[in-house]
Each structure stands twice: as structure tokens, then as C-alpha cells.
């Protein structure tokens, strides 16, 4: 069975600094993954998408993530910083290639950004 | 594009009414998702349409949930009779179909039930 673990609830930086969220996954096969955000009283937006191309993804607003296989991980990044961050990020993993048979969310990650 | 249309944006009801929400899927998107995210329990997935035919319903909580797609433009979900612990916001979301692709969301709707 596939799983997600986002390792920290409540990530809070200063503005400038770099950005760090984990996100762990357990799939039975090739997953694609991914991250959205959530801004407070919106819906889901796609921040980026791993599906088995390049292992380095870039998304929007400057944000990265890296899909090691080894570790199961895809942690996201960002190099500073900015108050528009701050908001909900969820991680992503699907192991359907055909269908949407499970997609599984994470709990969630809150950033906040500190002035 | 004009994106996942979701209506109402805020719906407050008193328990025991039906409610309707309303979603109006991207244009060529064939898959449809009824999400529910709360506090407590984060984001659920209640039903899972393809082509217009539910895939997945093992997450309708009750019978007093329905859902339905009568065609690849428009899609309901129902609560009857609602209850104050339906109280969440309900997504909407759509995609092409493939389990790579990723999923679009509306913004969603406020449900209070009191």
C-alpha cells in the first residue's frame, strides 16, 4: 500500500532564508508525485510534478524538488524566502499511470514566513 | 481557461435541510474529484468519476451523501439531511485522466451547517 509522511506539521523561516519541507512516500511501484499549495480560503494549486523524467523538478515561484529513490523522498525547496509562502503545502503520490486508482495526500506542512 | 467553477462559495444551512453543491469541470477534463477537508481529518476524498461514471464511492460517508455527473460539463454533490458535523469545505477537482496528470481544484465551498 502506498503511503505519504510530511515530517513536519509547522515549518516557520525569516523572510530570505531558505526553505525546507519533507515529504516521505511508500509506493509498490514508479510513483509520479507531487506538491500543491493551499493560500488561506483557496484551493489546490500544482506547485510541480515528478513523473519519472528528470529527478530535479522545477516548479513555480522558484520552488524545486528532488525524487530520490533511495530514500523515498521528495523534499521540496526554495532558496529565500518570501512572505507570499506562507501557506499550506501538501505532498502527493499516485501510482496510477492509467487511472487515478489511489492518490494519496499528505497531511500537510503549514510555512509561515517571518518579516 | 477558466479553471474548476465550484457554486455556492459559502453555503450556511440549519441541520436537517438538503444541500446542493455544484461543480463545473475544465473543458476535456474526464476525471472528477469530491473532496472534503476539515481540521481534523485534512483532505478526504469522498467520490471519483470517470467519463462520467463513479469509479470510487467508498468515501461517501453515509447514505445521506450522493453524488452525481449527469454529463462531462456539470456535477453535484448532495447532502440530505445535513448535519452539523458535515460542516467542511467541499473541492471540487478535475484531470485528463491519467494517474500522471495532475488534478485541478475550485476554490472550493464553505459549509456551515448550525
Known amino acids: 500500500a502506498q503511503s505519504v509522511t510530511q515530517l513536519d506539521s509547522h515549518v516557520s523561516v525569516s523572510e530570505g532564508t531558505p526553505v525546507l519541507l519533507r515529504c516521505n512516500y511508500s509506493?509498490?511501484?514508479?510513483?509520479?508525485l507531487f506538491w500543491y499549495v493551499q493560500h488561506p480560503n483557496k484551493g489546490l494549486q500544482l506547485l510541480l510534478k515528478?513523473?519519472?523524467?528528470?529527478?530535479l523538478v522545477k516548479g513555480i515561484n522558484g520552488f524545486e524538488a528532488e525524487f530520490k529513490k533511495s530514500e523515498t523522498s521528495f523534499h521540496l525547496t526554495k532558496p529565500s524566502a518570501h512572505m507570499s509562502d506562507a501557506a499550506e503545502y501538501f505532498c502527493?503520490?499516485?501510482?496510477?499511470?492509467?487511472?487515478?486508482?489511489?492518490?494519496?495526500f499528505g497531511p500537510g506542512t503549514s510555512l509561515s514566513v517571518i518579516p | 481557461d477558466a479553471g474548476v467553477i465550484q457554486s455556492p462559495r459559502h453555503e450556511v444551512t440549519e441541520m436537517g435541510q438538503e444541500v446542493t453543491l455544484r461543480c463545473k469541470p475544465i473543458?476535456?477534463?474526464?476525471?472528477l474529484f469530491w473532496y472534503r477537508q476539515t481540521m481534523m481529518r485534512g483532505l478526504e476524498l469522498l467520490i471519483y468519476f470517470n467519463n462520467n461514471v463513479p469509479i470510487d464511492d467508498s468515501g461517501m460517508p453515509e447514505d445521506r451523501f450522493s453524488a452525481k455527473m449527469p454529463n462531462a460539463s456539470f456535477s453535484t454533490l448532495k447532502i440530505q439531511p445535513s448535519e452539523p458535523r458535515d460542516s467542511a469545505v467541499y473541492f471540487c477537482a478535475t484531470a485528463t485522466g491519467t494517474g500522471t496528470s495532475p488534478l485541478h481544484f475550485g476554490n472550493g465551498t464553505r459549509l456551515t451547517v448550525t
Open positions: 515528478y513523473t519519472s523524467a528528470a529527478t
Open positions: 502527493v503520490v499516485s501510482d496510477g499511470k492509467t487511472s487515478y486508482d489511489k492518490v494519496i
Open positions: 509506493s509498490s511501484y514508479s510513483p509520479s
Open positions: 473543458s476535456g477534463h474526464n476525471s
